[in-house]
């Protein structure tokens, strides 16, 4: 069955360094997002991108944060200058059609912790 | 930014008994998820409902959209201890960003 990844699945970076978080969505899927999840508290969007651009983005994905897609399989982020703040498990998902009545298929997650 | 609020936060439960969890907004979704989450693991979609009232059952979990869509339930008949995890629920508006809920950390105790 296809799956969502995600590399790596553990990234230790320290304060003000620059991360990139991969995923690999589903092949045939045309819709692609983040969401991070803090420690204890519930999963948070970031972004949605399709057609090689941003479609929607909540109030946490700020300057510091991007996607890109820059061949055909990989769906990246970039948290430019990492904050403490910024340590949380960060799933990727994508979907068929971006509907809110697709389904959003998650990958395992990379866990990020910020010294 | 819609908030989902879901109860109770923590269930801890013998096996063979049933539970409803609960979750609640002050704003209309257009659709409805529920989600699986296991410890390291991304969540795992469960069901969708879109439609007020609708009712969808999935084996021994039965799910229901409320009438006004701002509300949704899940109910476990005689849960077991595989039934054990994090429960979320996330609601999606006419774009594609989905707003998930609390979570509610299920125990089935053998």
């Known amino acids: 069955e296809p799956e969502v990844t995600q590399t790596p699945s553990h990234q230790v970076t320290q304060m003000g360094q620059e991360v990139i978080l991969r995923c690999v969505p589903i092949?045939?899927?045309?819709?692609f997002y983040w969401y991070r999840q803090i420690l204890g508290q519930k999963v948070e969007f970031l972004v949605s991108?399709?057609?090689?651009?941003?479609?929607?983005k909540s109030e946490i994905f700020d300057d510091q944060f991007s996607v890109e897609r820059p061949d055909g399989s990989n769906f990246t982020l970039k948290i430019r200058s990492t904050k403490l703040e910024d340590s949380a498990m960060y799933f990727c998902?994508?979907?068929?059609?971006?509907?809110?009545?697709?389904?959003?298929?998650f990958g395992p997650g990379t866990r990020l912790t910020v010294l | 930014t819609q908030l989902l609020e879901q109860s109770p936060q923590f269930l801890s439960i013998q096996e063979g008994e049933n539970l409803t969890v609960y979750c609640n907004s002050s704003?209309?979704?257009?659709?409805l998820q529920w989600y699986r989450q296991e410890p390291g693991e991304g969540p795992v979609l469960l069901v969708t409902v879109v439609t007020g009232g609708e009712v969808k059952k999935l084996k021994r979990l039965t799910f229901q959209f409320g009438d006004a869509r701002k509300d949704s339930s899940l109910h476990i008949t005689a849960a077991q201890p595989g039934d054990t995890g994090l429960y979320l629920c996330?609601?999606?508006?006419?774009?594609?960003?989905?707003?998930f809920g609390t979570g509610t950390s299920l125990t089935v105790i053998p």
């Open positions: 998902a994508s979907s068929e059609v971006g509907t809110s009545r697709d389904t959003q298929y």
């Open positions: 092949s045939n899927h045309l819709y």
């Open positions: 704003s209309v979704f257009s659709s």
């Open positions: 991108f399709y057609n090689n651009e941003i479609s929607e």
């Open positions: 996330a609601g999606g508006n006419t774009g594609n960003q989905f707003y």
